[in-house]
């Protein structure tokens, strides 16, 4: 277990203590976690997700005073595909919060300082987390790396074109009736697609044990099942009912139409409200692409590059590319001067004196990494410079993935 140590607040007297959690802890976290996310989670919920954790994966700060936890950081032994398939492991920060009597004392910076010198120690190439809210994690060297975005297609009104394929072979299915046909097609499909992350067997349990509390207000789940796809849906309200998606995976095109043709076909149903990504082809479907309403647009998956060498050599690229890149990391030391080389798709990623082509921060890095940002609009934003145009467009053509990143799942 790491060792504790006293943090002095920065506008008190008041210290509080950086340690490892306790069995013993685990109520006053829960509790935290209730407070800081603004509902009390099932216990055996918090168990599954434990099972991702070791001893020194926990960080709470606790009052020196009373003893109470005041803040807490955890991180989850995750795997997360890259383009090209390859798979790095990765910590996925989860469970932060500080309590709200507690605030602006510098806890949170404490926190994630230990929490990310244990990443380290542990030899992650890379860490990951999906923020509350947007402007807290660039300061920790993390970007937003994949996009989350909705649909709301108002089925009434939604008409397939003649030309577009009816591939067909979709059926109803209970989820907890065909639990290793779900997660053989989850297992295919996020192994081609750069922010698929391995859903072990106790995160399994716990999707399918569909609890009262996830619901909120709606139906259990209902799910249609496809040889290469399903989709998990929930159905709410009374008059009008509508229908949420909540797990839309498709291991090919035609699984992903024919999923598509089968939500729309639920007569009774006004809406019908898909969580996708930018690239989703649902709009070109139909005749009418308005039918298909963009209602959210948000980063989903954030991503901190801890091993600069290890993460770029690790994923493949789509065009040959040389620079050196300067990387800045204003939290830890992981950045520096690289020079990067690629060939052929793969890379090589090597320290350097030699001068710098581009410098960035390493947030801009991460949000880079699994190509869904493009250099360019970072240079436009003044958040990258290089040396001319002609790079940043070879940056571009590098990084691009041809399969469009989406988050595995939240955690």
């Given at each position: 277990?790491?060792?504790?140590?006293?943090?002095?607040?920065?506008?008190?007297?008041?210290?509080?203590?950086?340690?490892?959690?306790?069995?013993?802890?685990?109520?006053?976290?829960?509790?935290?976690?209730?407070?800081?996310?603004?509902?009390?989670?099932?216990?055996?919920?918090?168990?599954?997700?434990?099972s991702?954790?070791?001893?020194?994966?926990?960080?709470?700060?606790?009052?020196?005073?009373?003893?109470?936890?005041?803040?807490?950081?955890?991180?989850?032994?995750?795997r997360?595909?890259?383009?090209?398939?390859a798979?790095?492991?990765?910590?996925?920060?989860?469970l932060?919060?500080?309590?709200?009597?507690?605030?602006?004392?510098?806890?949170?910076?404490?926190?994630?300082?230990?929490?990310?010198?244990?990443?380290?120690?542990?030899?992650?190439?890379?860490?990951?987390?999906?923020a509350?809210?947007?402007?807290?994690?660039?300061?920790?060297?993390?970007?937003?790396?994949?996009?989350?975005?909705?649909?709301?297609?108002?089925?009434?009104?939604?008409?397939?074109?003649?030309?577009?394929?009816?591939?067909?072979?979709?059926?109803?299915?209970?989820?907890?009736?065909?639990?290793?046909?779900?997660?053989?097609?989850?297992?295919?499909w996020?192994?081609?697609?750069?922010?698929?992350?391995?859903?072990?067997?106790?995160?399994?349990?716990?999707?399918?044990?569909?609890?009262?509390?996830?619901?909120?207000?709606?139906?259990?789940?209902?799910?249609?099942?496809?040889?290469?796809?399903?989709?998990?849906?929930?159905?709410?309200?009374?008059?009008?009912?509508?229908?949420?998606?909540?797990?839309?995976?498709?291991?090919?095109?035609?699984?992903?139409?024919?999923?598509?043709?089968?939500?729309?076909?639920l007569?009774l149903?006004?809406?019908?409200?898909?969580?996708?990504?930018?690239?989703?082809p649902?709009?070109?479907?139909?005749?009418?692409?308005?039918?298909a309403?963009?209602?959210?647009?948000?980063?989903?998956?954030?991503?901190?590059?801890?091993?600069?060498?290890?993460?770029?050599?690790?994923?493949?690229?789509?065009?040959?590319?040389?620079?050196?890149?300067?990387?800045?990391?204003?939290?830890?030391?992981?950045?520096?001067?690289?020079a990067?080389?690629?060939?052929?798709?793969?890379?090589?990623?090597?320290?350097?004196?030699?001068?710098?082509?581009?410098?960035?921060g390493?947030?801009?890095?991460?949000?880079?990494?699994?190509?869904?940002?493009?250099?360019?609009?970072?240079?436009?934003?003044?958040?990258?410079?290089?040396?001319?145009?002609?790079?940043?467009?070879?940056?571009?053509?590098?990084?691009?993935?041809?399969?469009?990143?989406?988050?595995?799942?939240?955690?």
């Amino acid at each position: 277990m790491a060792p504790s140590s006293p943090v002095l607040a920065s506008d008190t007297s008041t210290a509080v203590e950086i340690r490892s959690a306790t069995d013993a802890d685990w109520p006053a976290i829960s509790l935290l976690d209730a407070t800081s996310f603004g509902r009390f989670g099932h216990p055996e919920s918090l168990t599954a997700w434990r099972s991702l954790m070791s001893t020194d994966s926990t960080v709470l700060a606790c009052d020196r005073d009373g003893g109470d936890v005041v803040g807490m950081a955890h991180y989850l032994a995750m795997r997360l595909t890259v383009p090209g398939g390859a798979v790095l492991p990765m910590a996925g920060v989860t469970l932060v919060g500080v309590a709200p009597t507690h605030r602006r004392r510098g806890i949170l910076r404490a926190m994630c300082t230990e929490l990310h010198n244990r990443i380290a120690d542990a030899g992650y190439p890379i860490a990951g987390l999906t923020a509350s809210e947007g402007g807290i994690y660039g300061r920790f060297g993390y970007g937003p790396a994949t996009i989350e975005q909705e649909f709301t297609v108002d089925r009434r009104f939604a008409r397939f074109r003649d030309d577009a394929p009816d591939p067909g072979g979709v059926r109803m299915a209970k989820p907890g009736d065909h639990r290793d046909d779900l997660a053989e097609i989850y297992e295919r499909w996020r192994l081609h697609t750069p922010g698929g992350l391995v859903r072990p067997e106790a995160l399994w349990d716990e999707l399918l044990a569909d609890r009262e509390w996830v619901r909120r207000g709606g139906t259990e789940w209902y799910t249609f099942l496809h040889p290469d796809g399903y989709a998990m849906y929930r159905i709410f309200g009374d008059d009008p009912m509508f229908v949420r998606v909540g797990e839309f995976i498709a291991a090919t095109t035609d699984a992903g139409i024919a999923l598509c043709r089968a939500l729309l076909g639920l007569d009774l149903m006004e809406t019908v409200v898909f969580g996708t990504h930018p690239s989703d082809p649902l709009p070109y479907l139909l005749t009418d692409h308005r039918v298909a309403r963009v209602t959210h647009y948000e980063d989903d998956l954030w991503l901190r590059i801890m091993d600069i060498p290890a993460a770029l050599e690790a994923r493949i690229y789509q065009s040959d590319v040389s620079a050196v890149l300067e990387v800045s990391d204003g939290f830890r030391s992981d950045g520096g001067r690289f020079a990067l080389e690629v060939h052929d798709g793969r890379a090589r990623c090597t320290p350097t004196s030699a001068p710098a082509d581009a410098s960035m921060g390493l947030d801009v890095l991460g949000s880079m990494y699994l190509g869904s940002h493009k250099a360019s609009s970072f240079a436009s934003a003044n958040r990258l410079h290089s040396n001319g145009s002609g790079l940043l467009a070879r940056l571009d053509a590098a990084f691009v993935s041809d399969v469009p990143a989406v988050l595995g799942y939240g955690f």
